[in-house]
């Protein structure tokens, strides 16, 4: 093995985690090991970094350790049994406990749209806390900083949840194996097409795994959004609230009826709140973008 390598191996935990696991997964077998041998404790990015590295070599029979003793070198510190059944731990799929607990929670509150009992349960418990809001400010105005606040929170959950150099990263392996198979169908060579194939499949999984990780923020997201949405459809049908977005005097639009359907179950307030949010969500980007190298260069000092 390479010494490089094998420093990396030491150097860097989750790869070095990753090669005992497939080393020791391979030695309690037949000597190969397959992603679904590993996929209980090893992220599939850790598999794919294995086989760029050359730690993992396809075969006739499957993958191999390249070199097992100078992996076994490498990693003998490390228990390749270590944290498979830690709780908080994130699990195969890249969701931990808490996320999947915020997932069923997001699916009962989108649920509670048809459920009238629950509506008015949720609608009226954030109006506990919307409601000064509502009595100070006019309706369409309420809706538009709500349609605001709500953005900036799936902005900022999407950020911090949601690493895009991985995925970027991910989309140019994909790249590189679909040009390289190509080349190889051309000239014929079968055995390399077959490996090149193998790792095709192998990098589609980390697709999975990628667009699973992409949906993590949209959860915490609704957590937040869905409360807010069915606080304003309940507050237009509350018989203790509804005069107040009933109707109102817009600037060249004149008097509005924000109850009024547009277009199938689409309201005027809905319609209202889905422009704010787009128009919020294009100028956050934008802000983004200009603070991101600065914030980069002032880290970067330090």
Request: charged share 25%.
């Amino acid at each position: 093995m390479d010494e490089t390598l094998q420093e990396s191996l030491e150097a860097d935990d989750a790869l070095g985690r990753a090669a005992a696991v497939a080393l020791d997964r391979a030695e309690s077998g037949d000597g190969t090991v397959a992603w679904a041998d590993v996929s209980d404790a090893v992220p599939a990015e850790q598999w794919g970094r294995l086989l760029e590295t050359g730690v993992l070599v396809a075969t006739d029979a499957g993958f191999v350790v390249d070199d097992p003793d100078a992996v076994r070198a490498a990693v003998e510190d490390i228990d390749p049994t270590a944290g498979e059944t830690a709780e908080d731990e994130a699990e195969p799929d890249g969701w931990s406990t808490a996320d999947k607990l915020a997932g069923v929670a997001a699916l009962g509150l989108m649920a509670s749209y048809q459920v009238p009992v629950a509506k008015e349960t949720v609608g009226s418990t954030a109006h506990l806390l919307l409601g000064p809001v509502e009595a100070a400010l006019p309706f369409g105005a309420t809706v538009a900083l709500l349609a605001v606040a709500t953005t900036l929170v799936s902005t900022t959950l999407r950020r911090r949840l949601l690493d895009e150099n991985p995925q970027e990263e991910l989309k140019d392996r994909m790249n590189t194996v679909k040009e390289r198979l190509e080349a190889a169908r051309e000239r014929g060579d079968d055995e390399a097409v077959e490996r090149l194939q193998s790792r095709q499949q192998e990098l589609m999984l980390e697709q999975m795994g990628a667009m699973k990780q992409m949906i993590r923020p949209m959860v915490y997201a609704m957590l937040v959004t869905i409360p807010v949405f069915l606080w304003i459809s309940w507050l237009t049908v509350n018989p203790a609230a509804a005069i107040t977005p009933a109707a109102q005097v817009l600037p060249l639009a004149g008097r509005v009826v924000w109850t009024a359907r547009l277009v199938g179950p689409l309201q005027v307030w809905t319609v209202w709140y889905i422009a704010w949010s787009v128009l919020s969500g294009v100028a956050g980007k934008r802000v983004a973008k200009k603070v991101s190298p600065v914030v980069a260069d002032y880290r970067s000092s330090f």
